[in-house]
């Protein structure tokens, strides 16, 4: 299975296609990691196409409906059954922020989180800053990460970085950010400890940051 069919089957929006060119994948050996990835490349263009006045909303809807329900239904189990054997590397609390409804990435951060030995609490979506802090306290987490994929939803990375000094919570939590409009800079800038391109990233710099060897 190539990813060029993935990517096809994508874009045609056709969900049993979705369903199928992915269990395919996984049936000749592939890697359910590298699949998610290319899911992702097939969104990428979906939206680099609806940025460019080709598709419209109903497009978005309709490309990412199949691909948020093949990763729940077939990939995240496959992710989860490669890893077997539990050890809990620490808590994380994952959110999307407040106004932003966009769940596909983070879910995929928290099921890779999860597979990789942390314990994930994911507190959903379009979530004000005050809940991620709220939950932080309550689990004692050691991570807070927090997606936004639209740039009118960025500022709230930064309440959270506030609302978690405010806390008092500062030295313990490690706070991690992610989604499309956001960069290394802006993680920085915000006083954030650590930007992850995708779900691989994410894990990687989860165990930077509490410092756990890869
Ligand atoms: Co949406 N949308 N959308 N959308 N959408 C984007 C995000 C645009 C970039 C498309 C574009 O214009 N090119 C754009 C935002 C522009 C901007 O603000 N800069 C946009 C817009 C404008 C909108 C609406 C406003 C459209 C409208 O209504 N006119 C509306 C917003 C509604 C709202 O949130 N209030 C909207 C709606 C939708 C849906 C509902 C149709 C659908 C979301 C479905 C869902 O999530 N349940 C959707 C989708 C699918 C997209 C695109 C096409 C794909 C997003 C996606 O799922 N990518 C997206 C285009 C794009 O992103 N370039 C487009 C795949 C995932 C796997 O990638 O980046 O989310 P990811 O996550 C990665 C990575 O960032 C990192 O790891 C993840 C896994 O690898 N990561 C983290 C993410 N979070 C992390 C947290 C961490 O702590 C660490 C790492």
Known sequence: MSE???INAVLSFDAEKVTETTKKALNQGQDPVKVVDELTKALRIVGKKFEDGE????????????VQRVIKDVLEPEMVKK?????????????TVAGDIHDIGKNIVGAMLFA???EVYDIGKDIPAEQFVTKAKEVNARIVGASALLSTSLPVQREIVEGIVAA????????????APVTEEWVKEIGGDGYAENAMEAVNVAKRLLGIQA
């Open 55 to 66: 598709f419209f909303l109903m497009h978005l809807v309709a490309a990412a409906e199949p």
């Open 116 to 118: 990789a030995g942390f």
């Open 4 to 6: 060029e069919e993935i």
């Open 168 to 179: 008092g919570l500062r030295d313990r939590v490690k706070l991690m950010f992610g989604g």
């Open 83 to 95: 890893k077997a054997e539990r050890k809990s590397l620490g808590k994380v609390v994952l959110g």
